[in-house]
């Protein structure tokens, strides 16, 4: 993790901070906030794949329908 990078605290409960504490200890994590920083920068990169699912052909097929509905021009 880059250490320049300016950070914000987030607060959790206790009860699920000792739940990743345990699961740090068992990883390559050197610390609970690089764990929960990879968690959190692995679902945000999944996110953006997903917003990216439609391929070209798929958009244009929905345009298409679309059109033939009356909701396009």
Known sequence: MKDKEEKRAVSLPAELYSKI???????????????VTFILEEVIKEE??????????????????????????
């Open 21 to 35: 504490e345990e699961r740090v200890n068992t990883t390559d994590f050197s610390s609970v906030e690089e764990y």
């Open 48 to 73: 953006n794949e997903e917003e990216k699912a439609f391929s070209k052909e798929d958009e244009e097929e929905v345009k298409k329908r679309l059109k033939a509905l009356g909701y396009l021009e």
